[in-house]
């Protein structure tokens, strides 16, 4: 009996207008599924996208600006040397490349492994180039 009412839904005229109820609810469910689907894919991704931007890019960023200042406070230090040639210019140049240069470009090492963008690469690349 429940197969022939069944059989009826779809083939009777009298359901004509339950019929395309049905289809507008199973079609508005179905876009409201792939509406969520779309959703949850979307968070994730923004999900996945903040912890890199978190964990990797924000703190070589920090790391590329400091190096980038080392760098320059060492180069004024290497020409106030140079000018009123005092030795405690050499030694502050010295330690600024023994303690500072040398931890960051380790920090910045582990964190080139990470680097989505080839810019953060090549800037740390042309920044080594000047630091040699």
Known sequence: MAKNNFLAFFSNRAFAIRR???WSLLAIAAIL???VAGLLWRVSYLSEREQYLLSTAYPSQQQLEALRAYVV???STLQNQLIYKNSLFAA???NIWKNF???TTDSLNRYE???ELLED???YATLLTEID
């Open 20 to 22: 395309r109820i049905f």
């Open 113 to 115: 492994k990470s680097w």
């Open 121 to 123: 690469r090549t800037e």
């Open 92 to 94: 502050e140049r010295e």
């Open 33 to 35: 599924l792939f509406s």
């Open 73 to 75: 406070q060492t180069n």
């Open 101 to 103: 240069v040398k931890a």
